[in-house]
């Protein structure tokens, strides 16, 4: 940290320390290279202001966190899009290097499944519910696109959880079910 503000230029630094009291309030802080400011003084500024306009800054923090959650997201989807063998090697790679979190997923799901399927379920129930995984695999088999068993009622949802039962059961392909992820739809 340079303690000249010509110095603090040549070396483009934001901020500068001379350890001399600013001309305002006394304060012996860091000051801005560009405008000589000092931050002591900047900081008291923008509490005073805050207080003073809290709507500005309510709708200031809104919209600086929906525009960067946007762009964030926008370049995430562009990225997967465009690097797609990368991340799935990536994801593949990760998978191989954590074997302990996968299978900890995998339990709680089969846990979850067990949990949410009734003991009043007769033969025939438990009949349809393998017939909808064999479908599943058939289906697989002829289109050449992967297809899953979906709950239409997630097992695990947030807001609602169904049951694992065969009218809760449809066999849908496997990109549709992973983008709903554990969401009801709803009618």
Same mark, same amino acid.
């Given at each position: 940290?340079? *303690?000249?503000? +010509?110095?603090?230029?040549?070396?483009?630094?934001?901020?500068?320390?001379?350890?001399?009291?600013?001309?305002? @309030?006394?304060?012996?802080?860091?000051?801005? *290279?560009?405008?000589?400011?000092?931050?002591?003084? %900047?900081?008291?500024?923008?509490?005073?202001?805050?207080?003073?306009? !809290? @709507?500005?800054?309510?709708?200031?923090? &809104?919209?600086?966190?929906?525009?960067?959650? &946007?762009?964030?997201?926008?370049? @995430?989807?562009?990225?997967?899009?465009?690097?797609?063998? +990368?991340? *799935?090697?990536?994801?593949? %790679?990760?998978?191989? /290097?954590?074997?302990?979190?996968?299978?900890?997923?995998?339990?709680?799901?089969?846990?979850?499944?067990?949990?949410?399927?009734?003991?009043?379920? *007769? &033969?025939? &129930?438990?009949? $349809?519910?393998?017939?909808?995984?064999?479908?599943?695999?058939?289906?697989?088999? $002829?289109?050449?696109?992967?297809?899953?068993?979906?709950?239409?009622?997630?097992? /695990?949802? +947030?807001?609602?959880?169904?049951?694992?039962?065969?009218?809760?059961?449809?066999?849908? !392909?496997?990109?549709?079910?992973?983008?709903?992820?554990?969401?009801?739809?709803?009618?």
């Amino acid at each position: 940290m340079h *303690t000249t503000r +010509k110095g603090a230029l040549a070396a483009e630094e934001k901020q500068y320390f001379t350890g001399k009291p600013c001309k305002t @309030s006394k304060h012996i802080a860091n000051r801005r *290279t560009k405008t000589g400011e000092c931050m002591a003084c %900047r900081a008291e500024f923008l509490i005073e202001w805050r207080v003073k306009n !809290p @709507s500005k800054v309510k709708q200031h923090n &809104d919209t600086q966190y929906e525009n960067h959650a &946007d762009s964030l997201i926008a370049r @995430s989807k562009k990225f997967n899009v465009q690097n797609k063998e +990368k991340v *799935t090697l990536w994801k593949r %790679r990760y998978q191989k /290097q954590n074997p302990h979190i996968f299978a900890k997923i995998g339990a709680k799901r089969r846990s979850a499944k067990l949990q949410r399927t009734p003991a009043w379920l *007769t &033969d025939n &129930d438990h009949w $349809m519910i393998g017939q909808a995984y064999e479908l599943a695999a058939l289906r697989s088999k $002829m289109t050449g696109f992967v297809w899953h068993v979906d709950h239409v009622v997630p097992l /695990q949802g +947030k807001t609602v959880s169904g049951l694992h039962t065969p009218y809760n059961l449809q066999v849908i !392909p496997a990109a549709v079910n992973i983008s709903k992820s554990n969401k009801f739809l709803g009618a």
